[in-house]
C-alpha cells in the first residue's frame, strides 16, 4: 500500500479513478458499445453505433499519435507490440473473446457499466473472465496459451504499420503521422457519411469523447507516470487483465500493490453508477432462466481466455491498441468481429437488448 502515497504513482492511480469515472459516464449515457453496434448494423441495418465505436478508432488514433509524437511516447512499449507476433494466438484468441461477448451481450467494458447500473448478470459474467483471465496468464491454461502462441509467431521488421511505408522511404516517425492521418480520416469520412449518425448527438458525440480518453490514458501512463527510476507501466482503456487484477487487489489488498487499471475499473462503476442514479435508470437485474445464466457464464469465460490470447479487447485491441497502430490490433479485432458474426449465426440472433 505504499506506492499509493508515493507521489507519481498516486497522481497515476488518482487519474486513472478519474478516468474510469468519465468514461463510465459517458458509456452509460451514449450506451457505446461495439458489440451493439455490430448487432444492430447485422439485424437492423441501423449502423450508428458502429459508426460511433469507428468514430471513437479514429479520435484515438489520431489523438494518441498526436500526443505521442509531441511528449515524447513511444507506444510500441505496449502489449500490443510483441519482438514476435503470435498469430494464431491473436486471431483464435479474438474468435473466442467475440463469440463470448455475443453470449454473455457485452464485453468487458460494457459488463462494467452495466454493473453500475444494477445489472447483477455483468456481475457474474465479470466475476468468471476475471477468473478466467488469470488462469490463462499464469494459471491452468497458461500451457495452452504458450503453445498456441508458438503455432505460427513470424519476426517482422517492425510491429505496427509503418512496416508498410518504410518501402515507400519515409522515416519511422512520418510514417506513423501519414498512417494516423489517413486511417482517422477514412474512418471519420465512414462515420461521418450517415445522416442519421451525424443527427445523433449521442452517438457521434459518445465516440469522439471516448476516442479522446484512450489518448488521456497514455498521457496518464506515460507522462504523469513518468520517472527515471520507478516509471508506470505504459497503458490506457483495456479490460480482461484489470478485471482480474481487481479481483485479486480485492482478496490480497495488503500483499498487492493497487494498479492503473484497477483504478480504472472501479471508476468505471462509480461513473455508471453516478449517471444511473441521477438519470433514474438504476435498477437491479437478473437472470431469466438458467439458460440465460450459462450464457452469461461460458461468455465471461471465453471472454477472459480470449483476451489474454489476444492482447486485449474490443477497447483493449480495438481501441488502445488500434491507437498505437499495431499490427497486432489489426488481427485481434478481425477476429472479435468474426466471433461476434459466429455467435449470431448459431445463437439465432437470441442475445436480448441491453
Known amino acids: 500500500m505504499g506506492n499509493l502515497f508515493s507521489d507519481h504513482l498516486s497522481a497515476v492511480l488518482w487519474?486513472?479513478?478519474?478516468?474510469?469515472?468519465v468514461y463510465g459516464m459517458i458509456a452509460q449515457w451514449s450506451r457505446f458499445c461495439l458489440l451493439r453496434g455490430l448487432f444492430n448494423r447485422?439485424?437492423?441495418?441501423?449502423?450508428?453505433?458502429?459508426?460511433?465505436?469507428?468514430?471513437?478508432?479514429?479520435?484515438?488514433?489520431?489523438?494518441?499519435?498526436?500526443?505521442?509524437?509531441?511528449?515524447?511516447?513511444?507506444l510500441t512499449r505496449t502489449p500490443y507490440h510483441p519482438g514476435s507476433l503470435p498469430v494464431v494466438a491473436l486471431i483464435v484468441g479474438g474468435l473466442l473473446f467475440g463469440y463470448g461477448m455475443a453470449l454473455a451481450n457485452a464485453c468487458g467494458a460494457r459488463s462494467l457499466v452495466l454493473l453500475g447500473t444494477g445489472n447483477l448478470r455483468s456481475l457474474l459474467v465479470l466475476l468468471v473472465l476475471g477468473i478466467a483471465a488469470y488462469?490463462?496468464?499464469?494459471?491452468?491454461?497458461a500451457e495452452f496459451r504458450l503453445w498456441m502462441e508458438d503455432l505460427y509467431r513470424p519476426t517482422l521488421p517492425a510491429t505496427d504499420l509503418t512496416l508498410v511505408t518504410a518501402p515507400l522511404g519515409l522515416d519511422t516517425e512520418t510514417g506513423r503521422l501519414v498512417l494516423a492521418g489517413l486511417l482517422s480520416l477514412a474512418l471519420t469520412a465512414w462515420a461521418l457519411s450517415s445522416r442519421a449518425f451525424r443527427t445523433s448527438p449521442r452517438d457521434w458525440?459518445?465516440?469522439?469523447?471516448?476516442?479522446?480518453?484512450?489518448?488521456?490514458?497514455?498521457w496518464i501512463t506515460g507522462v504523469l507516470g513518468a520517472d527515471d527510476f520507478d516509471p508506470v507501466r505504459l497503458a490506457s482503456l483495456t479490460f480482461v487483465a484489470p478485471v482480474g487484477d481487481s479481483l485479486q487487489y480485492l482478496m490480497l489488498s495488503t500483499g498487492t500493490s493497487l494498479r492503473f487499471g484497477v483504478t480504472v475499473v472501479a471508476g468505471i462503476v462509480a461513473g455508471s453508477l453516478l449517471v444511473a442514479l441521477l438519470t433514474r435508470e438504476f435498477v437491479w437485474q437478473s437472470f431469466t432462466s438458467p439458460g440465460h445464466n450459462g450464457?452469461?457464464?461460458?461468455?465471461?469465460?471465453?471472454?477472459?481466455?480470449?483476451?489474454?490470447?489476444?492482447?486485449?479487447?474490443?477497447?483493449?485491441?480495438?481501441?488502445?491498441?488500434?491507437?498505437?497502430?499495431?499490427?497486432s490490433s489489426f488481427l485481434a479485432l478481425a477476429g472479435i468481429v468474426a466471433g461476434s458474426r459466429l455467435a449470431l449465426r448459431f445463437s439465432g440472433g437470441s442475445?436480448?437488448?441491453r
Do not use: K
Open 15 to 21: 487519474a486513472g479513478a478519474l478516468l474510469g469515472v
Open 42 to 74: 447485422w439485424q437492423q441495418n441501423d449502423s450508428r453505433r458502429l459508426r460511433a465505436f469507428a468514430l471513437a478508432m479514429a479520435v484515438a488514433l489520431i489523438s494518441s499519435q498526436w500526443l505521442a509524437w509531441q511528449a515524447g511516447i513511444n
Open 135 to 141: 488462469m490463462t496468464m499464469s494459471g491452468v491454461l
Open 205 to 218: 458525440l459518445g465516440g469522439l469523447l471516448i476516442g479522446l480518453l484512450v489518448a488521456a490514458g497514455w
Open 295 to 327: 450464457r452469461a457464464i461460458v461468455g465471461g469465460f471465453l471472454m477472459g481466455v480470449g483476451g489474454i490470447m489476444s492482447i486485449g479487447c474490443t477497447l483493449g485491441q480495438g481501441l488502445s491498441g488500434f491507437s498505437t497502430l499495431a499490427i
Open 351 to 353: 442475445a436480448a437488448s
